[in-house]
C-alpha cells in the first residue's frame, strides 16, 4: 500500500532520482529559471523550496545541509548570500510554475518552465522590466496606450526622416555632374533590384 | 464459452459509439491574438499573464 509515501518515482531508481533532483536543483538556482516536463517540475518544487528555507535559516547547520545537496561551496554561498536574502520574511511561494503551450517532440511530454519568484533581474527595477515586456509585445499590449502610441509616431517620424535624406543625395549629386548619363543607371539601379526579391 | 446471440446491428453499433469522440480542447485567445491553451504561455509571442515568460526560441 502507498500509505503515507509521498513523491513520484518518475520511473527511476532512487539513486538515480536523487542524483537528478541534485542536478535539476542546481540549475535552477544556477540560472533562476529552467525549462523542464511538468512532472519534474512539481517534484523539484519540494528540493528547491527546501533550500530556501535553509537558506532563510542562515546558520552553519542549514549550510552544512544544503551543501548535502548542492554538492558546490559556491553555490551554496550564492544561495545563502544572494537567493536567500530575497526571501526572507517568505513562508513559501518561492518557486513558480509556467506551463508551455507546445509539449515535447518525441514523447509529447507537457513542458514547462519553473522559475525562482523573485529573481535577481527582477529586485532592482521592476518597472523596467515592465516596459522591455511591453516593448517586445508591443502589439498585443494595450494595457499602457499612451506610451504604444507615442511610440509609434516615433517609430514612423526617423523612418521618414531618413528615407527621403537618400533620395535627395543622388538628386544634388546627379545635376552637379553629367545629369542624363547618371540619372539613367541610378533608375536602371532600383527597377533591377525588386526583381530578384520577387523571384527569390 | 459466452457467445453473442444476435449480430449487432448498425444502429446498436452506432448507439454504442454514439459517445466515443475526442474531447475538444478549451481555447483562449491570447492578447495577441492567437488561440491558445488555457493556464498556458503563449506558443507565439510566449506571454503568459501579461508578462514576457519566455524569449522567442524557447516559446
Not at chain 1, 96 to 105: A, C, E, F, V, W
Request: aromatic share 4%; hydrophobic share 35%; with cysteine.
Amino acid at each position: 500500500m502507498r500509505h503515507r509515501k509521498s513523491g513520484r518515482k518518475l520511473n527511476r531508481s532512487n539513486s538515480h532520482r536523487t542524483a537528478m533532483f541534485k542536478n535539476m536543483a542546481r540549475a535552477l538556482l544556477t540560472y533562476e529559471q529552467i525549462r523542464t516536463t511538468d512532472v519534474k517540475a512539481k517534484e523539484l518544487r519540494r528540493v528547491v523550496d527546501k533550500l530556501i528555507t535553509l537558506a532563510l535559516r542562515n546558520d552553519l547547520h542549514a549550510r552544512r545541509q544544503a551543501y548535502k545537496v548542492l554538492g558546490n561551496h559556491q553555490l551554496v554561498q550564492r544561495l545563502f548570500d544572494e537567493i536567500g536574502p530575497r526571501f526572507a520574511g517568505g513562508q513559501g511561494g518561492y518557486t513558480r510554475i509556467i506551463k508551455l503551450s507546445q509539449p515535447r517532440t518525441g514523447d509529447c511530454a507537457p513542458m514547462v518552465i519553473i522559475e525562482l519568484t523573485k529573481k535577481a533581474s527582477d529586485a532592482p527595477a521592476p518597472e523596467k522590466v515592465e516596459e522591455k515586456a511591453a516593448d517586445t509585445a508591443a502589439k498585443e499590449a494595450p494595457a499602457k496606450k499612451a506610451p504604444a502610441k507615442k511610440a509609434a509616431p516615433k517609430a514612423e517620424a526617423p523612418a521618414e526622416e531618413t528615407a527621403p535624406a537618400p533620395e535627395e543625395a543622388p538628386v544634388e549629386e546627379a545635376p552637379a555632374e553629367e545629369a542624363p548619363v547618371e540619372e539613367a543607371p541610378v533608375e536602371e539601379a532600383p527597377a533591377e533590384e525588386p526583381d530578384p526579391k520577387k523571384e527569390a | 464459452m459466452a457467445v453473442p446471440k444476435k449480430r449487432t446491428s448498425r444502429s446498436r453499433k452506432g448507439m454504442r459509439r454514439s459517445h466515443d469522440h475526442v474531447a475538444v480542447p478549451n481555447v483562449v485567445y491570447c492578447e495577441c491574438g492567437e488561440p491558445n491553451l488555457p493556464h498556458r504561455a503563449c506558443s507565439v509571442c510566449g506571454n503568459y499573464k501579461g508578462r514576457q515568460v519566455v524569449s522567442g526560441d524557447d516559446a
